[in-house]
């Protein structure tokens, strides 16, 4: 089993050293030059565009919202990555990886503006046992690729690798983690296969729910488990306010110092700091576009707005509070290397008290991930089975069940390195796809923005585009899908903008 995993490790780093970043890397940079930094230039509207509503859906139920979808991919991309993985990043790389997560969060904005975007685009509506329209929707890569590339192999390479990905590897590596914090606080008097059959019974009375359940619980539990720790990081950073400008020294100096180039240690922390940026907004893996795809908007440019904004959140905020959590109280960064650094740290500061509030801390992040990783199994598995998801999606939901409750009993060292593997290969596809559709992205984009200046709240129809490829079902204006104006929003194009 060690040979496998050292076999593992050695292939994933090779993959992702020198084949992924300097894709993903090189794809952001396109983007954000292409785009004249539309991840900069409209945050305000990217604000702006996360506090509209939406009327009732087709079906006169409430539709997910551009909040809901958001919370739904931040649900997945805040995970306890946010805690373990930035303690991985410093330990690996020192303070200056830090820098260059913050680097690749601004860059990598621009791909999420882009794959979120094109999901809008592409998605379908959902349908309800006897034909009817749902008042939902579905979408993601394995959409655009299919109705805008025209490639459906290419769909369904990508919907097999996310379902095996997100739906069973990290569900099973989040419960774990769960178990373990659990344990952490209450010792072995806490049996794992207890905290796996908590786990389980709350996970499935949300995901056998349907997406309006997903949606309306992950509104709640991620604006909920982002308070709770930034509140800890904000009281860490009060306590040690005096150290706050030679954290910031350290992680400037960590990404450029002389000393840092000198030793070897800079490519450590570009690496370092990219890798786990990566793994912790999800910018450009295809993750989640599936995610966005749910919201009912006026105009696709919006939700690729909203989810840019959700990089920002994710690795400008909870990111960084870790490593203030970790860099101002400093301590042995030798010792520990994931969530206990982290523990170890609000400890220090705070007290005991703060290692048990991390513990709820940790289990809504990873409960929150569990939701958000489901539904991107489920949206690929209706991808690929069309009709009969319906038959498909009861057994799917009880092998979730079951890998979140093996990763719980287990130990997942083999099944981590794989999944590093399966997301890399992921995200090769999905920017495969991206880089030339984001011709089309650029295209919404002048549309909105002409739009916003003539003083109107954007709405796009198909026939505002004809010249746009591939078969786009939601956006009428074209005798296709329901021919309903602005996806079923019920907005007037004469409307003034808010």
Not at 107 to 118: N, P
Not at 407 to 416: E, I, K, N, R
């Amino acid at each position: 089993m060690d040979s496998l995993n050292s076999f593992i490790v050695d292939v994933n780093d090779a993959f992702w050293t020198w084949l992924l970043i300097p894709l993903v890397v090189g794809a952001a940079l396109y983007f954000t030059l292409r785009s004249r930094g539309v991840q900069i230039r409209l945050l305000p509207e990217m604000v702006r565009v996360l506090g509209d509503k939406s009327e009732p859906g087709t079906d006169g139920r409430k539709p997910v919202s551009s909040f809901g979808a958001f919370t739904i991919s931040a649900a997945a991309r805040v995970g306890t990555g946010n805690i373990a993985g930035v303690a991985a990043a410093i330990t690996a790389g020192g303070a200056g990886a830090v820098f260059w997560m913050w680097v690749m969060a601004l860059l990598g904005a621009s791909s999420a503006f882009v794959e979120a975007a094109l999901a809008q685009l592409y998605k379908v509506r959902n349908r309800d046992e006897d034909g009817t329209p749902s008042g939902t929707y579905r979408g993601g890569p394995a959409y655009y690729m299919q109705r805008g590339l025209g490639k459906r192999w290419m769909g369904v390479v990508f919907a097999v690798v996310i379902t095996l990905t997100f739906g069973f590897v990290f569900n099973a590596v989040q419960s774990n983690t769960i178990t373990s914090v659990t344990q952490g606080s209450f010792g072995d008097g806490f049996p794992a296969g207890v905290a796996g059959g908590i786990v389980v019974v709350l996970l499935a009375l949300v995901i056998f729910g349907g997406v309006r359940r997903i949606a309306s619980v992950t509104q709640t539990v991620v604006p909920l488990m982002a308070v709770l720790y930034l509140l800890l990081g904000l009281a860490v950073v009060i306590v040690n306010i005096t150290d706050v400008p030679r954290v910031f020294g350290d992680i400037v100096g960590g990404a450029f110092g002389f000393r840092e180039v000198a030793g070897g240690a800079i490519g450590a922390a570009i690496q370092q700091g990219i890798r786990r940026g990566m793994f912790s907004n999800e910018a450009g893996l295809g993750s989640a576009p599936n995610a966005a795809a749910t919201a009912e908007v006026s105009h696709p440019v919006k939700q690729g707005l909203v989810q840019s904004l959700g990089v920002f959140f994710d690795t400008l905020l909870i990111c960084s509070m870790t490593a203030f959590i970790i860099l101002t109280t400093n301590p042995s960064l030798s010792e520990r290397g994931g969530a206990d650094l982290t523990q170890s740290a609000l400890e220090d500061s705070l007290g005991g008290w703060a290692g048990h509030a991390l513990t709820l801390v940790v289990f809504l992040l990873a409960f929150s991930t569990l939701i958000g990783n489901y539904y991107y199994g489920e949206s690929n598995i209706q991808f690929m089975t069309g009709d009969r998801a319906r038959w498909v999606l009861p057994g799917y939901r009880v092998l979730v069940l079951c890998a979140v409750f093996g990763g719980a009993l287990g130990s997942v060292d083999v099944v981590w390195n794989l999944a590093d593997v399966f997301m890399g290969s992921m995200a090769l596809v999905n920017l495969l796809a991206i880089l030339p559709l984001s011709a089309i992205a650029w295209k919404l984009m002048d549309d909105y923005l002409a739009q916003r200046r003539q003083g109107l709240n954007p709405v796009f129809e198909r026939n505002r585009l004809p010249e746009l490829p591939g078969e786009i079902e939601c956006w009428g204006g074209s005798g296709e899908g329901d021919g309903a104006s602005g996806s079923g929003v019920r907005f007037k194009k004469d409307r003034p903008s808010v």
